[in-house]
């Protein structure tokens, strides 16, 4: 038997029975049914499947369930389905995605990078920004919806 895996995921706390070395993508998407995290590449080069750990962007593909347990996870359903959040208002405003395939990482990487930085430079984005790649090349309208959401987090609301 498996040995039984406590963290904490979109703020409730979560058991699984699972082996430790299976990634955390995968303990996301075929055991809990959450399949917002993305595959992309399965090697951490695509930035899909960005996550937080514990506040920090993290490559769910690369993350083996026995470095989770005991911390927090946040998956793209406890920030980009919020349209009170910040970096979803503004995605959806300035209707960023075009295929949509990398948005969830993207929101996660823009949110983690607004957490740390609230008024981020456009070097500061596109640094942040340049693991998750867009396959569409909307990375111009990314940018702006990040500064767009520095700018609701400051409690503006600006026309767009």
């Known amino acids: ?4 895996l406590r963290f904490t995921l979109n703020g409730r706390a979560t058991a699984l029975r699972i082996a430790p070395d299976t990634p955390l993508l995968w303990a996301l998407r ?3 049914n959450l399949t917002g995290t993305k595959y992309g590449c399965g090697k951490g080069l695509c930035g899909c499947c960005t996550v937080h750990i514990d506040g920090e962007p993290a490559r769910a593909c690369l993350v083996p369930m026995a470095v989770v347990a ?5 998956t793209i359903e406890a920030v980009g389905t919020d349209a009170v959040h910040p970096v979803t208002r503004a995605w959806i405003a300035l209707d960023v995605p075009q295929c949509g395939y990398c948005q969830p990482g993207q929101i996660m990487m ?6 740390k930085r609230p008024d981020p430079t456009d070097d500061d984005i596109d640094g942040a920004m340049a693991g998750v790649l867009c396959r569409c090349g909307t ?4 940018r702006r919806a ?5 700018r609701y987090r400051r ?3 600006p026309a767009v």
Request: glycine content about 6%; aromatic content about 4%.
């Open 1 to 4: 038997m498996e040995p039984e």
């Open 30 to 32: 075929d055991t809990l």
């Open 70 to 74: 005991g911390r927090q996870v946040t």
């Open 110 to 115: 823009a949110a983690a990078l607004l957490a």
């Open 139 to 142: 990375y111009h309208r990314i």
């Open 146 to 150: 990040i500064h767009l959401a520095a």
């Open 155 to 157: 409690g503006e609301n």
